[in-house]
């Protein structure tokens, strides 16, 4: 059993466990209640690893029809247990006030009714969380540059990043996706990794899901179309992953620099998911950088929504993804420990852009809370002098 089952079990099931014990304290459940219930989230915390297993034994079906319900009592779990936590820090803090001040301890604040509010908070975030998920947005950022002549023609990238196409995300919600990419008429059209997920990688597959290559391949850029990969690529199958994301009609740049047009250079870089053992991507990524003309606007593609030190004051705009802004609030918060941006846009102390999109697709549960999915329309224009 691998390292991150391991982790993923212990830390869902002790999710289970503290909702579990928190509904039989305040409801006061009869045994056979408690036994339901028990049996109900045993189920449910193995219930990821039984659907990963439906779809690599060709089950694909019954894994999407296990997906949708499982997916969304994950992500509604999660959402329960920190409103149960926030209502017992509450609870703790007024018990500690109420002891210190000599006052009594009071009734609107007892266990059962905390519960069925942090319960009723929990049910509406989680229905409000799946409309949310289904409202991509279109994001624009305006980039100048004294990189690109007075008189040029501003280039427009639009990217897509953390699609996650499988068993949730399909061709419903790529083409909703898909018709935000079209509306706003891309000169130059990437993605910033995790394109694909699950079963859609797997040998065989591909046929199966010709239709959504179709539909990324149709997409009309002029300038050229690009893509790097994501960890989810080597998750769940490389070579599967890059011939989907080439069927698509992507240009996969594996930390290499491709030139386009008379401006603009664009850099990919590989997720360090595949790293092999020994090699410095940072300094190959610098490397890239440096040996690319100066008088072009250097853009990178890179999965992870970090700057490295080396490469910091060498791109002019970097484009990430990987964070999805946490997606479920307040997820968001962990995740910034890790990654300080983890959706918008900021400028690093050596001038280097960097744009994090908050995903385009969901991973995991259908929701999304406080962190609407996004393609992004950025505009490179000249600089005003």
């Not at 189920?43 to 659907?51: K, L």
């Not at 929504?305 to 918060?333: E, R, V």
Request: net charge positive; hydrophobic share 45%.
């Amino acid at each position: 059993m691998s390292l991150f089952l391991i982790t993923f079990l212990s830390l869902y099931g002790t999710l289970h466990a503290y909702v579990f014990l928190k509904l039989n304290l305040a409801f006061q459940l009869s045994r056979t209640a408690a036994n339901n219930l028990m049996g109900i989230m045993i189920i449910m915390t193995i219930a990821p690893v039984i659907i990963r297993l439906l779809e690599r034994n060709d089950f694909g079906r019954s894994a999407m029809v296990l997906a949708w319900p499982c997916y969304i009592w994950m992500g509604s779990l999660f959402l329960n247990s920190m409103t149960l936590l926030l209502s017992d820090v509450v609870r703790l803090m007024t018990w500690v006030i109420c002891r210190i001040s000599g006052s009594g301890f009071p009734e609107f604040l007892n266990n059962r009714l905390t519960c069925e509010i942090a319960l009723l908070i929990s049910l509406s975030a989680t229905v409000y969380s799946f409309f949310e998920a289904r409202s991509i947005r279109t994001e624009h950022l305006t980039v100048t540059s004294s990189k690109l002549p007075a008189n040029a023609n501003r280039i427009r990238i639009v990217q897509i990043s953390d699609v996650h196409l499988g068993l949730l995300v399909r061709e419903e919600r790529l083409q909703r996706i898909l018709s935000q990419v079209i509306s706003a008429g891309p000169d130059i059209f990437v993605s910033t990794g995790d394109l694909v997920d699950g079963r859609l990688n797997l040998e065989g597959a591909m046929a199966a899901h010709g239709k959504t290559a179709e539909m990324l391949a149709a997409i009309k850029a002029p300038l050229g179309r690009f893509a790097v990969t994501g960890n989810h690529e080597y998750y769940v199958g490389l070579k599967q992953a890059l011939d989907f994301t080439t069927k698509s009609g992507f240009q996969i740049l594996h930390n290499e620099t491709a030139l386009v047009g008379e401006f603009l250079s664009i850099t990919g870089i590989d997720d360090p998911a595949g790293k092999e053992p020994g090699t410095a991507l940072d300094a190959l990524e610098a490397g890239l950088l440096k040996g690319t003309q100066k008088e072009r606007f250097r853009l990178l593609l890179k999965h992870r929504p970090l700057i490295s030190k080396a490469s910091d004051g060498l791109l002019d705009l970097q484009l990430s993804g990987h964070a999805h802004q946490g997606q479920l609030f307040p997820f968001n918060l962990l995740v910034a420990l890790r990654y300080p941006l983890t959706g918008g846009t900021a400028k690093s102390t050596a001038g280097s852009l960097l744009h994090v999109s908050r995903g385009s697709g969901t991973w995991g549960p259908p929701l999304r809370l406080l962190a609407p999915p996004e393609v992004t329309v950025i505009d490179i224009i000249p600089e005003k002098k």
